[in-house]
């Protein structure tokens, strides 16, 4: 017996349409036939991983150097040819990958059902962060911790916050990678931004409205739900975006990671909201949720500071991913990689590639590249 792995990053755009069908981003299309592979580096020994094209996939794989599982990698008509499947583990779960599971002619058993999708769905919107960061502030007595979020539901409502604010972050209840993300300045909306906000209301209902912050840095709280409801801490995720979409990852041990926040933020701040995140989220999840999920955050830097007073402070719940992250790739590589301090990137040149470069003497080398431009 084994798990299928899929990787479907088209998973946030579904969740957004919130029913079976439409098209995919064409980004997110081509993401998920050139890293098709990824879960190779999560998976185990025997497992298999769903892919587009077996050859391409191949292809990758032999360029690359870095651990991974010894999987069979497999396309859509082969997924039950070979040895059985008792598990199904995809990025992340919505109505379309089900569909697509589905028609493959996965056993019911192996999925979750629409109650659970529904569920998946509604943990999935940014409400749902913004009532665990209003729980984390009211837990926490320090000024470091900083983090508002409004639910609006009519431009009259965003309006209001952004003559209050000045400036801040208008958000799609669900996007990814930086899409439906609008910076506000100087307490106005661009015409594009007005239809671009009044479009997401009609669509999704609501948009979030947020304070906008020097953000000084990125990282995420890596966890798991149980079935009994329990939720359990990973590991940390320090990462880099350039503007809002992702760029890379951290590999390395929890204490060198720790040591890159430390010189903005409390050990003993990070160590405590990373203990009251479990049980907060499994309040949020009510066990209505099962599976990988992370937890992003930031540092950002404090204005008009007092002598002595902290120069920065830290947002503990920027949104929460119900799904599989770039953090758990980076943790599964950490595990598979011990001792070693490098750096996990994403790069899109004729395609979308994965490398690992390591750090040395203040000289970055290129140790692990999946593919070559040439293949294509």
């Known amino acids: 017996m084994s798990t299928l792995h899929i990787f479907n990053p088209e998973h946030e755009w579904s969740l957004a349409q919130g029913r079976v069908g439409g098209s995919p981003p064409r980004a997110a299309v081509r993401l998920r036939h050139d890293l098709s592979y990824l879960p190779t580096l999560l998976a185990e020994d025997g497992d298999k991983v769903l892919v587009d094209d077996k050859v391409f996939a191949l292809h990758m794989l032999r360029q690359w150097e870095g651990p991974a599982a010894h999987v069979e ?12 499947i008792d598990a199904v583990r995809p990025w992340g779960w919505d109505a379309n990958i089900c569909h697509e599971l589905r028609s493959l002619g996965t056993d019911d058993s192996l999925l979750p059902d629409d109650e659970q999708l529904m569920c998946i769905r509604e943990l999935s919107h940014r409400a749902v962060a913004g009532k665990v960061l209003s729980a984390i502030t ?11 979020s409004w639910l609006c539901t009519t431009m009259a409502e965003v309006e209001q916050h952004l003559q209050h604010l000045g400036s801040m972050v208008i958000k799609a209840p669900w996007s990814s ?42 990282f995420a709280m890596e966890f798991v739900a149980h079935d009994d409801g329990s939720v359990d801490y990973q590991g940390l995720s320090v990462f880099t975006t350039t503007m809002t ?10 204490d060198y990671k720790y040591s890159l926040l430390t010189s903005f933020l409390p050990v ?10 479990p049980r907060l989220l499994q309040a949020a999840l009510q066990g209505h949720y099962q599976g990988p999920l992370g937890v992003d955050m930031m540092v950002v830097r404090l204005s008009g500071n007092a002598k002595g007073a902290p120069l920065y402070a830290m947002h503990p719940c920027v949104e929460i991913n119900l799904r599989f992250t770039m953090g758990h790739v980076a943790l599964a590589l950490a595990q598979r990689m011990p001792e070693t301090k490098a750096q996990m990137q994403i790069v899109c ?27 294509r």
């Open 245 to 254: 979409q992702y760029a890379g990852n951290v590999i390395a041990s929890e």
């Open 349 to 375: 040149n004729q395609f979308f590639q994965m490398r690992i470069y390591t750090l040395y003497n203040g000289v970055t080398s290129l140790i692990c590249s999946a593919g070559s431009n040439n293949h």
């Open 73 to 84: 990698l497999v396309e859509a008509a082969d997924v039950w040819q070979t040895k059985p």
């Open 138 to 148: 009211e837990n926490m007595d320090t000024h470091q911790v900083v983090g508002s």
């Open 268 to 277: 003993s701040l990070l160590s405590d909201v990373r203990s009251l995140l």
């Open 177 to 218: 990678s930086g899409r439906g993300v609008m910076l506000c300045h100087a307490g106005v909306l661009t015409d594009q931004q007005q239809r671009r906000v009044n479009n997401i209301l009609l669509k999704q209902g609501g948009v979030m409205c947020e304070p906008l912050y020097d953000r000084v840095a990125d």
